[in-house]
């Protein structure tokens, strides 16, 4: 992972998944108000689903760091 990874983000990656997650939660917010107070047009809901993609992928890049951070391999 640490070729993946770049160095001074593998170093902190809790913060960075902490980061990651605060993110996908503001983005599914912005998703859900889009989706709220939006008209009933194509651009709405485009809007709306680019904001909850980018969420998703937020909170499983976030995941994924989590799980990396609490492998033992990681502590080494």
Excluded: C
């Excluded at 992972?1 to 770049?6: E, H, K, N």
């Excluded at 983000?9 to 503001?26: K, P």
């Amino acid at each position: 992972m640490r070729l993946i990874i770049s160095p001074w983000e593998y170093r902190h990656l809790r913060a960075w998944a902490r980061v990651r997650m605060v993110s996908g939660i503001v983005l599914a917010g912005l998703g859900v108000v889009t989706l709220s107070f939006g008209g009933d047009d194509w651009k709405t809901y485009g809007w709306t689903i680019a904001f909850l993609a980018a969420a998703t992928a937020n909170l499983a890049f976030a995941y994924w760091e989590l799980s990396i951070a609490r492998s033992p391999s990681a502590r080494a």
